[in-house]
Nanobody
Framework: QVQLVESGGGLVQPGGSLRLSCAASGSGFSINAMGWYRQAPGKQRELVAAITSGGSTNYADSVKGRFTVSRDNAKNMVYLQMNSLKPEDTAVYYC????????????????WGQGTQVTVSS
């Protein structure tokens, strides 16, 4: 019914930049919050950045001042601009969306994309 697809990952040198995109497709829903999580080998998945439908944002302390999350509500898309990348940013980045189901009062669905690899290395 609903699919999230990430793109924009790749290999960059320390100090470089990448822009990740996530597109939500399907019908019968509206999006409340959208965000980005990441998971490095041997580590737990962690929240990187999130944005509400009203535009409020939240960032992990480790990325504040370097990453910017934004969204296009009309297109059901969310973006993550990553600047001044560090080797410790290397991880699989996952798009997340909290979807409000149109036919179910109070119904919600927590959707995840397949992930996109970001590697920061010299």
């Amino acid at each position: 019914q609903v699919q999230l697809v990430e793109s924009g990952g790749g290999l960059v040198q320390p100090g470089g930049s990448l822009r990740l995109s996530c597109a939500a497709s399907g019908s019968g829903f509206s999006i409340n919050a959208m965000g980005w999580y990441r998971q490095a080998p041997g580590k737990q998945r962690e929240l990187v950045a999130a944005i509400t439908s009203g535009g409020s944002t939240n960032y992990a302390d480790s990325v504040k001042g370097r990453f910017t999350v934004s969204r296009d509500n009309a297109k059901n898309m969310v973006y993550l601009q990553m600047n001044s990348l560090k080797p410790e940013d290397t991880a699989v980045y996952y798009c997340n969306a909290v979807l409000i189901l149109s036919v179910v009062p109070g119904g919600a669905l927590d959707a995840w994309g397949q992930g996109t690899q970001v590697t920061v290395s010299s």
